[in-house]
């Protein structure tokens, strides 16, 4: 069902009723009463337990109904992101929307040349440079596993890659506790220190249980951390409908919905009050072909239960937008990249990445990534929904120009033609004037646009000392761990 959003005149769609979402916090509350959950952190075991948890002999630890109700009333019900240079650029709250790309596929297609290849530095560093050009795209994450590193080295470099090429907030991914220490230790140095950071986060952490309920010891270990720093942090499955849990959607939905909370109990018990985002995904397994699928229509109202959830909750919502099972950026990915972003924007969903994934997150395509800015900017200019004051309805125009006439030359039309939505990289031109400038596809437009910007866009650079500081933790890392 539609219903006014919070925040302008735009709608939102609504997957599940008030009712619906009640049956579902019972479900997943019995499942952490019921069932329990293995939590492979002693820490984490030991907060729980004090906070009246109770853990069998076979090593399950039962949560109590009031305890998840403390840490959903605890936790804020807004997070506020900035940018490198202290502004702030996402208020995750509401309805609010807001896009970036993914984190780590595994191979790059070369836009110009086709060739699917795995990601160097360079290749990342183009990558963010890209995104850091592109006005719709909100946010950015790491893109690309590097090739050419040590893999123990790959999230610290990525990490400072992203700083050094985007001012734009980032998302991260890290190894285990000691990689996300030294991410925060780069962010506070681009943004003036460390407490500095806390009350003004350039970074949110995406951490993950192990699905069918268990609490890894370096994701914990991760999510306290963050606790600790107020690093906005989620704590999200990667549902694999079918296997990792149940292959219907609400059981996803119930199974999924207490992994989150119990991760949002740890968190809360660490440090009451620190932020967190409430969200996981569903890739389901297809069962003809046993890959994990994205952008499904299960997928998509899986997103919408969640950002139903979030709401309920009264917690900012994490999901997905912009990705595609397609293998090449093709008819596939443009119409399931597009249904994502389209359907997570109406659902209200606060932050949304993955734009430019393929392959089902195993390949990034930077062509995949310039069309979605269009479509975000499509899909915001429909948000804003339709203006009904007087000097939007018109009438005064209407009777000057009366029966017969036109609107051209009204002054009505040449205060407002200005405001209507325009393209980046559509072709609006009739067929004569598209093929005297070339007769250029929309795929050939998107390369040119992707030269442009790797020719032409510098984006702001640190000041020297602080990439020396940043350089100084990447060496660090290198020497503790003989990378």
């Known amino acids: 069902m539609l219903y006014a959003s919070r925040h302008g005149r735009g709608m939102a769609f609504r997957t599940l009723s008030v009712r619906q979402i009640q049956e579902i916090h019972s479900a997943s509350c019995r499942i952490l009463n019921e069932v329990g959950v293995v939590v492979h952190h002693d820490e984490a075991k030991d907060l729980l337990e004090k906070a009246g948890a109770y853990t069998d002999g076979s ?32 208020w995750l709250e509401g309805s609010n929307v807001y896009f970036g790309t993914g984190s780590d596929t595994l191979y790059y297609i070369d836009p110009f040349s ?58 991260v991914i890290a190894e285990d506790k000691d990689t996300l220490a030294d991410i925060i230790e780069m962010a506070a140095a681009a943004v003036g220190g460390g407490e500095k950071l806390k009350h003004r986060p350039i970074f949110a952490l995406y951490c993950e249980p192990t699905s069918p309920l268990q609490l890894p010891y370096e994701s914990v270990g991760k999510l306290l951390l963050a606790a600790e720093h107020r690093v906005p942090v989620n704590f999200a499955c990667g549902a694999l409908a079918g296997a990792s849990t149940p292959v219907t959607v609400a059981g996803t939905v119930v199974q999924a919905n207490a992994e989150a909370l ?98 089902s997150g195993r390949t990034g395509s930077l062509e995949l990534l310039v069309l979605s800015n269009e479509v975000i900017s499509r899909v915001r200019y429909f948000l804003r929904g339709v203006d009904t004051s007087p000097e939007y309805l018109t009438v005064e125009a209407i009777k000057r120009v ?59 650079p640190l000041a020297p000392d602080v990439e020396k500081q940043i350089d100084g933790v990447i060496l660090k890392a290198q020497e503790r761990i003989g990378a």
Not at 325 to 346: H, I, N, R
């Open 59 to 90: 090593g399950r630890t039962y949560l109590p109904d009031s305890l998840v109700e403390w840490a959903i009333r605890t936790a804020p019900s807004r997070i506020t992101v900035y940018n490198r240079l202290g502004s702030p650029a996402m």
């Open 114 to 171: 086709g060739e699917r290849r795995t990601w160097a530095k360079d290749d990342v560093a183009s990558a963010v440079r890209v995104v850091d050009a592109l006005p719709e795209i909100d946010f950015v994450m790491s893109m690309g596993m590097l090739g050419d590193v040590d893999k123990r080295m790959n999230n610290r470099v990525q990490y400072a890659l992203m700083v050094k090429n985007s001012v734009k907030p980032q998302v």
């Open 262 to 359: 119990c991760g949002l109990v740890v968190h809360q018990l660490k440090n009451p009050g620190a932020p967190f985002l409430y969200g996981y995904g569903d890739s389901p397994l297809d069962m003809r072909t046993m890959q994990a699928v994205y952008a499904v229509p299960e997928a998509l109202l899986l997103q919408g239960c969640l950002c139903d959830l979030a709401r309920y909750y009264e917690l900012p919502s994490w999901g997905y937008a912009g990705c595609s099972s397609s293998k090449a950026f093709d008819e596939q990915a443009v119409v399931e990249g597009t249904m994502f972003t389209l359907t997570g924007a109406l659902q209200g969903c606060n932050l949304m990445h993955d734009v430019f994934y393929i392959e």
């Open 402 to 460: 009366g029966p017969g006439g036109n609107f051209l030359a009204d002054d009505h039309t040449a205060d407002h033609f200005r405001e209507s939505w325009q393209p980046d990289i559509s072709d609006f031109n009739g067929y004569e004037a598209w093929a005297a400038s070339g007769a250029k596809t929309m795929g050939q437009r998107i390369r040119d646009k992707i030269k442009k910007i790797l020719d032409s866009h510098r984006p702001l």
